[in-house]
Nanobody
Framework: QVQLVESGGGLVQAGGSLRLSCAAS????????MGWFRQAPGKEREFVAA????????VYADSVKGRFTISRDNAKNTVYLQMNGLKPEDTAVYYC?????????????????WGQGTQVTVSS
C-alpha cells in the first residue's frame, strides 16, 4: 500500500509559477514510474506528465510541454511538478499517481495509487 500526499497548490496570477510536490509513504516508489494528472470542474481527468522510475524518461501532454517539468528524488520518495507560465486553463485539481510499471504512461488506467489532489487556481 502506498500513500501519496500532494502539496504546493494555490492561487497564482497568469504567467506565474508553482511547484507541486508528491510525497509517498508506505512503500518505495523508486522502481515505479510516476505521473501527474489534473481534473477541472465538469471535465474528465487528464494526463499532464509522467516520469520513469529513474527519471531518465519523461512524457508531457502537448498542452503543458515547454512550461511544466516533472522530476523525482527517489532518496526522498518524492515527485515534483514545476509549473511555469501558468494559464487560466491550467486551473484544476492536480493528482499524482504511481504507475504499475517503471515506464511512464499517459493512460490513467495504468496507475494504481492516487493522492487526494491539490488545487491550482490561475487567475487572469
Amino acid at each position: 500500500q502506498v500513500q501519496l500526499v500532494e502539496s504546493g497548490g494555490g492561487l497564482v496570477q497568469a504567467g506565474g509559477s508553482l511547484r507541486l510536490s508528491c510525497a509517498a509513504s508506505g512503500r518505495t516508489i523508486s522502481t515505479y514510474a510516476m505521473g501527474w494528472f489534473r481534473q477541472a470542474p465538469g471535465k474528465e481527468r487528464e494526463f499532464v506528465a509522467a516520469i520513469s522510475w529513474n527519471g531518465g524518461s519523461t512524457v508531457y501532454a502537448d498542452s503543458v510541454k515547454g512550461r511544466f517539468t516533472i522530476s523525482r528524488d527517489n532518496a526522498k520518495n518524492t515527485v515534483y511538478l514545476q509549473m511555469n507560465g501558468l494559464k487560466p486553463e491550467d486551473t484544476a485539481v492536480y493528482y499524482c499517481a504511481t504507475d504499475r510499471t517503471p515506464r511512464p504512461r499517459t493512460n490513467p488506467a495504468a496507475y494504481d495509487y492516487w493522492g487526494q489532489g491539490t488545487q491550482v487556481t490561475v487567475s487572469s
